[in-house]
């Protein structure tokens, strides 16, 4: 199966290591394609934010690491990287911290989501890629595992696209191989899996597949027809083999959906999935130190008095 992902070994930070003078870390929080994934403070702004701590530096993962934080797309439906650090061997990668999971720790847990549900994740997802295309760039890798969701507990759902490691110029021949293929099997477009130059076209597809999974619960490779219902028109306008049949913008697709007028339902609600902050360590032996030393310093002064 060809993926985006990368395997790499997890570098570990010790807990309260402060990165290049900026970024101390807090409590691992996950791991991903690029390395391990924490939850940090950045000390310049004291906000709390997700860091990613790149493993071992291979030039393919060091090709990810350039292009993703050269992404600056400020969007509500955006995680792109907020800033960047070194030192020694880590290298750190700083963006917005989301902590109710992802579009597909959904699936996981809940299987297919009702209409009204889908319908809403994808407006926000088409709103994000709207913003990507219009920065000149073509994701890739558009799946429910880069789809993460604030914690809104029963609320509506917050939908934010990330990981831009594989992201690349619109039809920009440079970022592709031919015959290889840059994405994840079963979200990838026909002609993106055939090693064609970045296009949004292929973002639309992907969408499209997303959209079958998030009403059938099913991957796209146990994914059949297009089943009847409210999304059908959009869904079908999305997953035509030829691109140039396809949805011509995310914008487009975007109308589409809003036509169809499809009305919000509750989903599952989507709680705070990462605990609290941990508390700091208590350095026993400076406080033995500090205790000493009173304690000296109280003789001392029991000496001086007598």
Avoid at 44 to 66: E, N, P
Avoid at 126 to 154: C, I, Q
Avoid at 184 to 210: C, F, I, K, N, S
Avoid at 232 to 249: I, K, M, N, W
């Amino acid at each position: 199966m060809r993926s985006a992902l990368v395997t790499s070994p997890v570098i570990r930070p010790r807990h309260r290591t402060v990165i290049a003078g900026r970024y101390e870390m807090l409590d691992q929080i996950g791991t991903g394609g690029m390395g391990s994934v924490w939850r940090a403070r950045d000390q310049r702004t004291d906000q709390i934010v997700a860091v990613k701590v790149l493993g071992q530096h291979s030039a393919a993962l060091l090709v990810r690491f350039v292009r993703e934080q050269a992404v600056r797309i400020r969007h509500p439906h955006v995680v792109a990287p907020s800033g960047w650090a070194a030192e020694d061997d880590t290298v750190v990668l700083a963006m917005d911290l989301v902590t109710g999971g992802s579009v597909r720790n959904v699936l996981d847990a809940h299987g297919p989501l009702p209409a009204g549900y889908a319908a809403a994740l994808l407006e926000q997802l088409l709103l994000a890629l709207s913003a990507v295309h219009a920065a000149g760039l073509v994701h890739r890798d558009v799946k429910p595992a880069n789809l993460l969701l604030e914690a809104t507990g029963h609320g509506r759902p917050h939908l934010r696209l990330a990981d831009f490691g594989v992201a690349a110029p619109i039809a920009d021949a440079r970022f592709t191989t031919v015959p290889g293929a840059i994405g994840t099997d079963g979200y990838m477009a026909p002609e993106q899996a055939r090693g064609a130059v970045p296009d949004p076209a292929q973002d639309l597809y992907a969408v499209g597949r997303v959209g079958l999974e998030l009403l059938t619960g099913l991957p796209p490779e146990r994914q059949g027809g297009i089943g009847s219902g409210p999304l059908r028109p959009l869904l079908e306008r999305l997953l035509v083999t030829d691109p140039e049949q396809r949805l011509a913008s995310a914008e487009a697709a975007l109308r589409l959906l809003r036509r169809l007028a499809v009305p919000f339902e509750p989903g599952p609600p989507l709680p705070d999935r990462l605990s609290t902050l941990p508390r700091a360590s208590v350095d026993w032996a400076g406080w033995a130190m500090v205790c000493g030393c009173l304690a000296m310093l109280l003789t001392c002064l029991l000496v001086v008095l007598r």
